[in-house]
Structure formats: structure tokens, C-alpha cells
């Protein structure tokens, strides 16, 4: 009986002593754990104060971000409202455009026409210009005659003149009165003597018509006209 109870005291004894020693190796290996579990928990810590800063600083990068992107924005709508405004200038000015080129080219082929009507014209100008030059130098020549012409019907000699009996005859050896044949009653010997007379008077000579009316011996009518001068 004595040994039963020694051997079952010494059996507490060493279930006692093993279950020091178990606990023992179960503290330390918990204190290991809670020391390693510790260093995590300060990793832990670390790296989440360290992700903490980094989404601060990814908080304020958003921010900037998304201000950036809200001025980014609103310079896109106004960009795009310029891009409206240009593309509405760009088509009213491609409409005008094309009403200029139509107007230029009805007014190029309205040219084209003017020019042609232009050398028509220019031509008809430069024929009658001819025209007008040859019969303002007739002009010319039919108001110098005139004027000769009203002057010796109107007006006394300016610078009377007389002339020597040579001088007659050789003037009236080169007169054309002559050459104009008689025919009665449309040019009688009074239109000749009247033509003489006035002949004379264009180169300043006093010359006059002289008019017979009479009868002949044998009672027959007689009249006749010729000139007369007094010469130096």
C-alpha cells in the first residue's frame, strides 16, 4: 500500500514536473510568438504610417489632379465653343467665298464681253476720229473761204489794192471766169462780169460791173454787162 502511494506521489510528481516544463516551453514559445508578433505589429505599423503618408500624398496628387482636370475641363469647353464659333465663321466664309468667286467670274466673263465691245468701239472711235480730222481740216478750209467769202460779199476791201495793167492781164489770164460756158438764161454775161468782180475783190481789188440797156441802130434791144477798174 506504502509503495502505491509513493509510486502514485511520485507519478503527481512527474505529471506536476512535466506540466511545469510543458508550460514553460509554451511561455517561452508564446513569448517568442508575442515578441515576433510585436516586431510585425511595428512593421505593421510603420508600413502603415509609411502607406498613410503615401495616401496623403496621393490625396493631395488627386486634388491637384482633379483641379488641374477641372481647369483642363473648362479649357476644353471653351476651346470647343471657339472651335464651334471658328467652323460657323469657317462655313460663312467658305459661302462667301464661293459667292465671290461667282460674282468674280460673271464679272470676268462681263470683261471679257466689255473688252471685246470696248475695241469694237475703240476701233469705230479711232475711224471716226479720222473722220473728224479730215473734215475739221475741211472745216477749217470752208471757214477760211467763208470768211473770204462773206467778207468780200459784205464787207469793202480791208487793204485796198491796185493793180498795174500788167498785173491785170496776167491775173486774168490765170481767173477760170472764162472757162464756164454760157448758157442762157441760167449763166448770161451780168453772172459772169458779177463772178469777175467778185473774184477780184477776194484779193483785195476794187472791181467794178458796168450794165448796158439800150437799143441798137436798127431798134433791136440791146443789153450787156462787163467789168471796169481803175489801174495804176
Known amino acids: ?115 471685246e465691245v470696248y475695241s469694237a468701239l475703240n476701233a469705230t472711235y479711232n475711224e471716226l476720229l479720222a473722220q473728224y480730222s479730215a473734215l475739221n481740216a475741211s472745216y477749217i478750209i470752208l471757214s477760211n473761204s467763208y470768211a473770204k467769202l462773206y467778207s468780200a460779199l459784205y464787207e469793202p476791201p480791208a487793204n485796198k489794192t491796185v493793180p498795174t495793167i500788167e498785173e491785170l492781164k496776167t491775173w486774168l ?19 459772169f462780169a458779177v463772178m469777175l468782180a467778185f473774184h477780184a475783190k477776194l484779193i483785195d481789188w476794187d472791181m467794178g460791173v458796168v450794165g448796158i440797156l439800150g437799143k441798137k441802130a436798127d431798134g433791136a434791144r440791146f443789153d450787156h454787162a462787163f467789168n471796169a477798174m481803175i489801174c495804176a
Open 1 to 115: 500500500m506504502a509503495k502505491i502511494w509513493k509510486a502514485a506521489v511520485a507519478f503527481v510528481l512527474l505529471a506536476l514536473a512535466c506540466s511545469t516544463l510543458y508550460f514553460s516551453v509554451l511561455n517561452i514559445q508564446l513569448s517568442y510568438r508575442l515578441k515576433h508578433a510585436e516586431q510585425e505589429n511595428g512593421a505593421l505599423k510603420a508600413e502603415n504610417e509609411a502607406m498613410h503618408g503615401e495616401l496623403n500624398s496621393l490625396v493631395q496628387n488627386y486634388s491637384s489632379l482633379e483641379a488641374a482636370y477641372a481647369s483642363l475641363n473648362a479649357s476644353y469647353a471653351d476651346l470647343l465653343q471657339e472651335r464651334l464659333a471658328l467652323e460657323a465663321k469657317c462655313d460663312a466664309l467658305e459661302d462667301a467665298y464661293r459667292q465671290l468667286n461667282a460674282s468674280y467670274n460673271q464679272l470676268n466673263l462681263m470683261y471679257v464681253i466689255l473688252a
Open 173 to 191: 489770164g490765170e481767173d477760170p471766169t472764162d472757162k464756164i460756158a454760157y448758157s442762157w438764161p441760167n449763166f448770161v454775161c451780168g453772172d
